[in-house]
């Protein structure tokens, strides 16, 4: 029943990908209740997928950004032959 | 002309976000302004069929996306596979706890800056997989299928995607905060 920290972290990934089959979810919860530092790694996990996911609301990160006035102007062109 | 049907306003209003989007995810500037070309023409043939049951701008990015899609579908069959340029990971330090609320988080500019370098620090392969999983919230096997890979060959992708961003922030952020907050603490 006992796995390895690595193996631990390698099911973390997974879970949050496809659902654990029973002996892995089992696995894994009891590897998470003992030990500490992956349960802190499996937070950090889930850390990253939130943010992910809050990122992509806006693209705040990405203010600076704009399309070039060279490139507004060639596609105002296109639009304007279809439109 | 409402504004669905009024192509013109489309650039004016949503051109710099689709763009944004496009580079998000393209990560390349002369692709994302062909993006949004290609989008804007597909809306103006499709525009018949939006539905006003959603935002312009949401239409429009949808159509984004699919295209986005389309292109890494055939991008992916034309590559030549480029060497994996993975950093060894670093001796394996005690993960932090990382106790911040991540939008609460996201909305400091400092923070949201070093989300986005560790998350353009990924190779392509990696922030590909990674990004059709958390952006488009495709299951494993559409992915596999997107992408070419096998399922074993993406389960590793996907793991060291997430282990490269982790050790980034634990690095450039969580780490480097603590250090910041214990130089106080000796300089006092």
């Known amino acids: 029943m006992m796995i390895s920290c690595e193996e631990a972290r390698r099911l973390v990934s997974e879970s949050q990908d496809l659902s654990l089959g029973i002996y892995d979810r089992l696995a894994l919860g009891f590897h998470l209740l003992i030990c500490k530092l ?42 304007a032959g279809r439109g | 002309m409402p504004e669905a049907l009024d192509p013109g306003s489309w650039l004016r209003d949503h051109g710099d976000y689709l763009y944004r989007y496009a ?17 804007l023409l597909a809306a103006i043939r ?42 060894r990971a670093e001796p394996e330090a005690e993960p932090s706890s990382w106790n911040a609320d991540p939008a ?48 074993t060959n993406l389960r590793v992708t996907l793991h060291r995607a997430r282990e490269q961003l982790r050790i980034c922030l634990e690095k450039n952020w969580f780490g480097r905060h603590k250090q910041v907050a214990g130089r106080k603490e000796t300089a006092s």
Request: with cysteine.
């Open chain 1, 38 to 79: 992956c349960a802190a790694y499996e937070k950090q996990y889930s850390f990253l997928r939130a943010a992910m996911r809050s990122l992509l609301q806006e693209f705040s990160h990405l203010e600076h950004e704009a399309l070039s006035e060279s490139a507004r102007e060639r596609i105002q062109r296109k639009l």
């Open chain 2, 104 to 151: 609460a988080l996201l909305e400091r500019k400092e923070f949201r800056e070093t989300f986005h370098d560790c998350l353009t620090r990924l190779n392509r392969r990696m922030f590909e997989a990674y990004s059709l999983r958390e952006i488009d919230n495709l299951e494993t096997d559409i992915i596999c299928n997107q992408l070419g890979v096998t399922a």
């Open chain 2, 23 to 39: 580079l998000f995810r393209a990560r390349d500037p002369h692709q994302a302004e062909d993006l949004v070309q290609d989008t």
């Open chain 2, 46 to 87: 499709a525009r018949e069929r939006f539905k006003g049951d959603s935002s312009v701008r949401t239409w429009l990015t949808g159509i984004l996306n699919h295209k986005y899609l389309d292109q890494l579908r055939k991008q992916v069959r034309e590559r030549v596979e480029e060497n994996s340029t993975l950093d």
